[in-house]
């Protein structure tokens, strides 16, 4: 399974990216999709994830800024990001918990890392 992130750049203070993420491979069932990020000297951290129920969780700093989207049927995980902020600059990873079929486990899968840089 791969998941391959894009969209990453320069942008400035105010302006806005959108991070997207497909899934290739033998998935089929997907539960968590989401983004996570890692600013340089610090931990990774839960920037947004949606699950198969319906529900979509925000870290506080992002809340009426990033906006989270996925399609089951594309295998796909976006992040529109908009009044990007100085502190917003990480790398970006996408990430799922997704499995094969139904009587498998589920497994967690990480996309490479996309850097977003924003300047002010």
């Known amino acids: 399974v791969q998941l391959q992130a894009s969209g990453g750049g320069l942008v400035q203070a105010g302006g806005s990216l959108r991070l997207s993420c497909e899934s290739s491979g033998s998935v089929n069932y997907f539960n968590v999709m989401g983004w996570y990020r890692q600013a340089p000297g610090k931990q990774r951290e839960l920037v947004a994830d949606?699950?198969?129920?319906?529900?979509?969780n925000y870290v506080d700093s992002v809340k009426g800024r990033f906006t989270l989207s996925r399609d089951n049927v594309k295998r796909t995980v976006s992040l529109q990001m908009s009044s990007l902020k100085s502190e917003d600059t990480a790398v970006y990873y996408c990430y799922v918990r997704a499995k094969q079929f139904l009587w498998n486990e589920w497994n967690d899968y990480w996309g490479q890392g996309t850097l977003v840089t924003v300047s002010s």
């Open positions: 949606s699950t198969s129920g319906g529900s979509t």
